[in-house]
Structures are given as C-alpha cells and as structure tokens.
C-alpha cells in the first residue's frame, strides 16, 4: 500500500468526516492527516485497528521468547510433558 495516495489535509478531514469514516471501514486502509503540511495523525477503522493490536501482542510474545531463549531460561519439551503427567496422575 502507498501511503502517499493516502494523505489528507485536516481541513478535509473536519469537512468530510462522514466520509472518512465511510470509507476507512469500507477500504481498511489507514488515512494519514497533515497539519501545516507535515504528517501529524493516522487513523484507521477499529477492526484493523484491533489486528494490528492483536499482532503486536503475538510479536511481543514471540520476543519475549527470544529473550528467555538467549538468556537459557528454557527447559526440554520432554521435561515438561513428563511434569504435567505426573501432576494429572498425582491429582
């Protein structure tokens, strides 16, 4: 996608709200909004706002991971498996 194709003024926005609101939930593509010519907001319907919320999250998981990785703090899957079977037969 090009965002350059995608960048109003402010002024269109206040003018043309409706629309915009239209149209950012039909195309779900973000809007970027300029002030005095520089770029100062992007807004975006809900729904892609929530996908690229939900990825964030799963990219933070993963590097959380990563972290725990480098730093050692992992242990065999077999390890594991074999310590929740013992919990359900002991339970």
């Not at 269109?12 to 907001?41: D, S």
Request: charged letters at 25%; proline letters at 3%; glycine letters at 6%.
């Amino acid at each position: 996608m090009r965002y350059s194709s995608r960048v109003k003024p402010i002024s269109y926005l206040k003018a043309n709200a409706a629309e915009v609101l239209k149209n950012l939930g039909e195309q779900r593509e973000p809007l970027v909004i300029t002030q005095n010519g520089e770029a100062k907001a992007v807004i975006q319907d809900v729904v892609s706002f929530e996908e690229t919320q939900e990825t964030l999250a799963l990219l933070k998981i993963l590097a959380l991971g990563n972290q725990d990785l480098a730093a050692g703090k992992v242990k065999p899957a077999a390890d594991v498996v074999a310590r929740l079977r013992s919990r359900r037969s002991t339970g």
